[in-house]
């Protein structure tokens, strides 16, 4: 826990395994074995899913360009960031700004509009009980 809190807190600047495991007193190999156990990922993807969502903030919130929010959350290549950022949103940064855009409603209202959706499109269905 303390290892991911870092990562939480340090997550625009250069990390790598050795520097994060080293927060948590084990080696690395064991902490990226400890780490995919706990969490269900990789360490690096935690880290890259922590980045992307930091950047889908800064894409609805702010006017700032695709290229600054990139090296502000922490990628150095524009190139991985919008690969990455379309493996784990769908979308690329660009296109998810242009959808995602500044919502003017009352906030529940923005709650629901940000609420992930089904993959099939679909809301979900809820069972009975009988």
């Known amino acids: 826990m303390r290892a991911r809190d870092a990562m939480d807190r340090s997550y625009a600047e250069p990390l790598d ?10 080696s690395p190999a064991h902490f990226s074995r400890c780490f995919r156990a706990v969490f269900g ?9 922590r980045r992307v969502e930091r950047s889908m903030f800064l894409l609805r919130e702010s006017d700032r360009t695709v290229t600054d929010i990139c090296f502000d959350v922490g990628f150095s290549s524009v190139g991985t960031f919008s690969r990455t950022f379309r493996e784990i949103v769908g979308q690329t940064p660009s296109a998810y700004r242009e959808g995602h855009g500044p919502i003017v409603a009352p906030h529940c209202v923005q709650l629901a509009a940000m609420r992930p959706r089904s993959s099939a499109g679909r809301p979900a269905q809820q069972s009975t009980i009988g």
């Open 17 to 26: 395994v050795r520097a994060v495991a080293a927060v948590a007193h084990i």
């Open 41 to 49: 990922e990789s360490p690096h993807r935690y880290l890259q899913r």
